[in-house]
C-alpha cells in the first residue's frame, strides 16, 4: 500500500523544539521529491519545506528559515521536519507529501502554546 504516514506533533511552548517524522510505504523516499506543507484554522494550507532528490538542497519557506530543518533518511524511508524556535504561528496541522505522486498523508497537528 502506497501511504504516507506523520507523527511527532504535539504541545509545545514557545521557543521550543518538535521533530516530526513522515513514514512512507510503498515507495522509496530517496527517489521523489518530499514536501512539507501545514494548514492553521481558517487559514489556506502553506508550503513549508521541501527536499528533493540526490544532493539537492532543501529549501524553505521565509517563515521557517533558520528554525526548520528537512531531512531523509532513506534506510528508514522516512523523512523529517526538525522544528526549532517554535512560535504561536507555526500552530497548525501539518502534513507531509510526494507531489509527482500526488500523496499525501493524514497530518500530524502541532500546538505552540504556553
Known amino acids: 500500500q502506497v501511504q504516507l504516514v506523520e507523527s511527532g506533533g504535539g504541545l509545545v511552548q514557545p521557543g521550543g523544539s518538535l521533530r516530526l517524522s513522515c513514514v512512507a510505504s510503498g515507495f522509496a523516499v530517496g527517489g521523489y521529491v518530499m514536501n512539507w506543507y501545514r494548514q492553521a484554522p481558517g487559514k489556506e494550507r502553506e508550503w513549508v519545506a521541501g527536499i528533493g532528490t540526490g544532493g539537492s538542497r532543501p529549501s524553505y519557506a521565509d517563515s521557517v528559515t533558520g528554525r526548520f530543518t528537512v531531512l531523509r533518511d532513506n534506510t528508514k524511508n522516512t523523512v523529517y521536519l526538525q522544528m526549532t524556535s517554535l512560535n504561536v504561528d507555526d500552530t497548525a496541522k501539518y502534513f507531509c507529501?510526494?507531489?509527482?505522486?500526488?500523496?499525501w498523508g493524514q497530518g500530524t497537528q502541532v500546538t505552540v502554546s504556553s
Open positions: 507529501t510526494a507531489p509527482t505522486m500526488g500523496l
